[in-house]
């Protein structure tokens, strides 16, 4: 008598007997009570069984070889008694996997509706760094050195390039002509207005009508006295839009973490 098999060692059935696969038509139809089986027909069956038998023990033998490597990989001993072995195993590599992409003392960039570390990696612990809502840039041009992990922690003071605003100033001729007359006959100290004036001495005023000829007047131009005009002085309001302590372009607030365990 054969012993009874076990999954490590399966007999073949049938290895060296006729073997025939039945037909279309007994594939469709399939067996009736009255049929007799043809015993090539049952030896192909139990053939193929047993066959499979071992090709399920070969990949299950398979799956348990990479088992056990995954298991001694981490310094534990297969123990088939032992419930929640692998996926004690299997957490520790999970767990140094992150340690290995996101070490302690890395940062992490959150952008707006994305999530926190904390979320992505619950096992880990993570602080909020404040640059108190800097800007960051490259290094280089005219950006300040980068400070080193040594170093002391200073933004970059604001700075506005040297440029001009050019304000423009009309304005039309108005009431800005000077004028003026001088009036006489034979002399013109008889009278003056506007911008003219007739200076002369009181003491070397004609006492006679005819005297008026030795008599001698000056006549004066100030156009203050007639010019009527004025100047005004250009503006410069504020051209900022929601005014504030700062100048910035549009943009979103992010959070800049550290990994701290």
């Known amino acids: 008598m054969i012993p009874t098999q076990t999954f490590e060692n399966y007999p073949e059935f049938a290895n060296a007997g006729q073997k025939s696969q039945p037909n279309d038509a007994k594939y469709a139809a399939g067996f009736i009570p009255s049929d007799v089986l043809p015993a090539e027909w049952l030896n192909w069956f139990?053939?193929?069984?047993?066959?499979?038998?071992?090709?399920?023990?070969?990949?299950?033998?398979?799956?348990?070889?990479?088992?056990?490597?995954?298991?001694?990989?981490?310094?534990?001993?297969?123990?088939?008694?032992?419930?929640?072995?692998?996926?004690?195993?299997?957490?520790?590599?999970?767990?140094?996997?992150?340690?290995?992409?996101?070490?302690?003392?890395?940062?992490?960039?959150?952008?707006?509706?994305?999530?926190?570390?904390?979320?992505?990696?619950?096992?880990?612990?993570?602080e909020e760094i404040s640059y108190e809502g800097a800007f960051f840039r490259a290094s280089g041009g005219n950006a300040q050195a980068f400070i080193?992990?040594?170093?002391?922690?200073?933004?970059?003071?604001?700075?506005?390039?040297?440029?001009?605003?050019?304000?423009?100033?009309?304005?039309?001729?108005?009431?800005?002509?000077?004028?003026?007359?001088?009036?006489?006959?034979?002399?013109?100290?008889?009278?003056?207005?506007?911008?003219?004036?007739?200076?002369?001495?009181?003491?070397?005023?004609?006492?006679?009508?005819?005297d008026r000829e030795n008599t001698y007047a000056n006549c004066s131009f100030v156009a203050s006295r007639s010019w009527t005009g004025y100047t005004s002085e250009p503006t410069n309001g504020n051209s900022g839009s929601t005014g504030g302590t700062e100048t910035r372009p549009a943009n979103y607030t992010v959070r800049v973490w550290k990994r701290t365990a």
């Open 46 to 126: 139990l053939n193929g069984a047993t066959k499979g038998v071992t090709a399920l023990n070969t990949g299950v033998k398979s799956v348990e070889q990479e088992i056990n490597t995954v298991l001694e990989s981490r310094s534990v001993t297969p123990d088939i008694n032992a419930a929640g072995q692998l996926l004690d195993v299997l957490n520790k590599i999970k767990a140094e996997a992150i340690n290995e992409a996101w070490p302690v003392g890395i940062t992490y960039v959150q952008y707006p509706q994305q999530k926190s570390p904390q979320e992505l990696f619950p096992k880990t612990t993570w």
């Open 148 to 210: 080193e992990k040594s170093g002391v922690l200073s933004k970059q003071e604001q700075s506005i390039q040297s440029h001009l605003h050019t304000i423009a100033h009309k304005h039309s001729r108005g009431t800005m002509e000077i004028t003026g007359s001088l009036s006489g006959t034979k002399d013109i100290y008889n009278g003056a207005s506007g911008a003219f004036t007739i200076d002369y001495d009181q003491k070397s005023r004609p006492r006679w009508e005819d």
